[in-house]
């Protein structure tokens, strides 16, 4: 079963260790799954820990907040649309996804990346086989970090979700079409109004490919919506029409 909690630099050792090892690594070092480190004949994780990533919870099919109701969409949507067309999200801000997206932004963890890459890409692919309408967009659009802190972490934990995503549904993504121009502040103890200043223009997006209609961007977390509405912003203004929100984890807010 899963825990985090155990051993968390392991998996990352193993990592290194495999990759010193080249092609020997398979007898030397078996197979282990990555979260609960019990032995795997393939793959990354084992069967039992990618079910306990997986999350169903009754939401609004356009933001992507969990309702106590069977309703379709929230009021808040109701009244005031957000800038995006639909969220879907791989589950909520609640173990084991949140300790998993943890890891690998601060414990440098890259590895999990493909996990929550293949994760979300299965999550696309359920939803598009019980929709008849549903076309999946042109392209991917990871949100961007400032320069200076994709410097200081090393990576930026969003475009390797992207990658990894893409290269499942064989969707290109592009991380060059959008620059975060602003060195924005940590979101964690801003409330809605304190996160919609912090990301004003935020981002600048480049000239985009004329055809180009439909897009969806990925994010680890969404809590207020405050960076990807300012993202959506840009995009729309560059002709962008349809935007979608592919993320890891849905964060319920409860600041004002």
Known sequence: MLSLQKAPMLPHALTLARKKLGQYAQCLLPLSCLLCQQGIATGLVCHTCYQDLKQTYPHCLR??????????????????PPKFTKLHACGLFEPPLNQLVYHLKYQKQT???????????????????????????????????????ERQRGFNQAQLIAEHCAKTLAIPWHSHWVKRVKNTTSQTQLNIKQRKRNMHQAFKVA???????????????????????????????AGVKQIEIWCICRTPTTRP
Not at 63 to 75: A, F, K, N, Q, V
Request: charged share 15%; with cysteine.
């Open 111 to 149: 590895t999990y990346s493909c996990v929550l890459g293949q994760l979300m890409a299965e999550r696309i692919h359920t939803h598009a086989a019980e929709s008849v309408t549903i076309n999946l967009p042109q392209a991917l659009i990871p949100v961007p970090l400032h320069p200076r802190k």
């Open 207 to 237: 000239a985009l490919p004329a055809q180009l209609d439909h897009v969806a961007i990925i994010d680890d977390i969404v809590t207020t919506g405050a960076t990807i509405n300012s993202l959506c912003k840009g995009l729309q203004k």
């Open 63 to 80: 933001c992507g907040l969990p309702l106590p109701t069977t309703e379709s969409m929230c009021g808040q949507c109701v009244r005031t």
